[in-house]
């Protein structure tokens, strides 16, 4: 962790930074007393709309934030996603931490046709109210953790709104994000390659 002074630096704190063409990440701080956490969320602006003369776009997010921060993620996506018929078409949960998924169930609300992209052994924690305290770890770091971030999950993702993709199975954006297995953090974890914007 860094003192929250320090994180008050960061370019793109509560406001999504175009890093390169395309894609843009945007940073909130969960605060711990002195210290804060910074949490990134990423957008990947994928293909135009053909109605909207190409103007409007899908869009890609990667991860959803903390619960404190649901609100002010809306707004700084809604900055960027500034045409009428721009749309969140995807939202890439990496795992079901609740610094990963806060926001998730405001971001199905405002884009009702979003589809959420995760592993299928999250759907326990992502969609049924499982802690991950319940995981038997064979890590000795693992099970101390698991009982510090472990809890039940506060809120259950509807099972209809989640498209569930393994490593090697394809899906729509396959050509921009690549799903890679990590496990071990989480069952599930998997971690997201951008192969291009
Ligand atoms: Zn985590």
């Known amino acids: 962790m860094t003192t929250t002074e320090q ?3 960061l370019p793109d704190q509560n406001e999504f930074l175009e890093l390169r ?3 843009y990440r945007c940073t909130f701080v969960l605060t711990f ?3 804060g956490l910074p949490i990134a969320t ?6 135009p709309i053909p109605a909207t003369d190409n103007k409007a776009h899908e869009w890609i997010m990667i991860d959803a ?3 404190p921060h649901a609100a002010q ?3 700084a996506i809604e900055r960027v996603l500034s045409h009428p018929q ?3 078409k995807y939202l890439c949960i990496t795992h079901s931490h609740m610094d990963h998924t806060g926001a998730t169930l405001l971001l199905l609300e405002r884009y009702p ?3 959420v992209i995760a592993h299928p052994e999250e759907r326990p924690f992502l969609c049924e109210g499982k802690g991950y305290n319940s995981c038997s770890g064979d890590r000795w770091v693992f099970n101390v953790m698991k009982f510090l971030t472990g809890a039940p999950a506060k809120m259950k993702v509807p099972v209809e709104n989640v498209v569930w993709v393994r490593e090697g199975e394809e899906w729509e954006y396959q050509s921009v994000l690549k799903v890679v297995e990590t496990p071990g953090h989480t069952p599930g974890k998997k971690s997201l390659v951008v192969c291009c914007c």
């Open 73 to 75: 993620i809306l707004a």
């Open 113 to 115: 046709t979003c589809k």
């Open 42 to 47: 990423f957008l990947i602006r994928g293909n």
């Open 7 to 9: 994180i008050k630096l």
């Open 21 to 23: 063409p395309g894609l």
């Open 33 to 35: 007393g002195p210290v």
């Open 65 to 67: 934030g903390a619960p």
């Open 86 to 88: 721009d749309t969140l």
